[in-house]
């Protein structure tokens, strides 16, 4: 009580993520029995008065041809899980011939926003999707993610991506049935010549 009202005080909100030995939904299984000490893992973040104090952290999203990369941000971003058969990444694709092939060609960008008690920021309204500005009006934080070809032929336009995005991180797709092969490894030398983690 005494972290929130002095939160308030700076605009910002509170949200226990994680206790230990405090009791409460947030509680954590403990291994010990003995161990008799509290603590706690509480996110404090401030309501952005204006767009330049969103937090923004940029990801580019590579791996191999058929990882699963369009598909995970599908499924991420516009909330709905695949079907199996390229739901949630065709909602992605920008050309014609990307959902006949159902492979990234070009550089795609997608946002997601979190309020400041870090919830998602998604529409009231279901089956409507926000658009990015709404999305950024509404958020304290914004992850803003970058979807880039796997396909050797498109190398080229993923390098064009990796650098023109300047991303905070490189998340690294790998499939579970073929492990790190083909072009995973070329974008992963990539990002770490960029300097990216």
Same mark, same amino acid.
């Given at each position: 009580?005494?972290?929130?009202?002095?939160?308030?005080?700076?605009?910002?909100?509170?949200?226990?993520?994680?206790?230990?030995?405090?009791? /409460?939904?947030?509680?954590?299984?403990? #291994?010990?029995? &003995?161990?008799?000490?509290?603590? +706690?893992?509480?996110?404090? %973040?401030? *309501?952005?008065?204006?767009?330049?104090?969103?937090?923004?952290?940029?990801?580019?999203?590579?791996?191999?041809?058929?990882? /699963?990369?369009?598909?995970?941000?599908? #499924?991420?971003? &516009?909330?709905?899980?695949?079907? +199996?058969?390229?739901?949630? %990444?065709? *909602?992605?694709?920008?050309?014609?011939?990307?959902?006949?092939?159902?492979?990234?060609?070009?550089?795609?960008?997608?946002?997601?926003?979190?309020?400041?008690?870090?919830?998602?920021?998604?529409?009231?309204?279901?089956?409507?999707?926000?658009?990015?500005?709404?999305?950024?009006?509404?958020?304290?934080?914004?992850?803003?993610?970058?979807?880039?070809?796997?396909?050797?032929?498109?190398?080229?336009?993923?390098?064009?991506?990796?650098?023109?995005?300047?991303?905070?991180?490189?998340?690294?797709?790998?499939?579970?049935?073929?492990?790190?092969?083909?072009?995973?490894?070329?974008?992963?030398?990539?990002?770490?010549?960029?300097?990216?983690?």
């Amino acid at each position: 009580a005494r972290l929130r009202e002095a939160a308030s005080a700076e605009r910002a909100e509170c949200q226990v993520l994680l206790t230990k030995n405090v009791g /409460g939904e947030a509680e954590a299984e403990t #291994v010990d029995d &003995k161990e008799k000490e509290s603590s +706690g893992k509480v996110l404090v %973040r401030q *309501n952005p008065l204006t767009a330049e104090d969103v937090i923004e952290t940029r990801i580019a999203v590579v791996g191999n041809v058929d990882a /699963g990369k369009s598909t995970m941000l599908g #499924v991420l971003v &516009k909330g709905g899980l695949d079907d +199996g058969r390229g739901k949630a %990444r065709v *909602n992605l694709f920008r050309h014609k011939h990307e959902i006949e092939s159902g492979r990234t060609s070009s550089v795609g960008m997608e946002i997601m926003g979190f309020g400041a008690s870090g919830k998602i920021i998604v529409s009231d309204v279901p089956g409507r999707s926000l658009s990015w500005e709404e999305i950024g009006k509404r958020s304290a934080k914004v992850i803003s993610f970058t979807d880039l070809a796997g396909h050797e032929r498109y190398l080229r336009t993923t390098v064009f991506g990796m650098l023109s995005s300047s991303p905070n991180y490189c998340l690294l797709m790998v499939a579970a049935n073929n492990g790190l092969i083909g072009m995973s490894k070329e974008h992963l030398g990539i990002a770490l010549a960029l300097n990216v983690p």
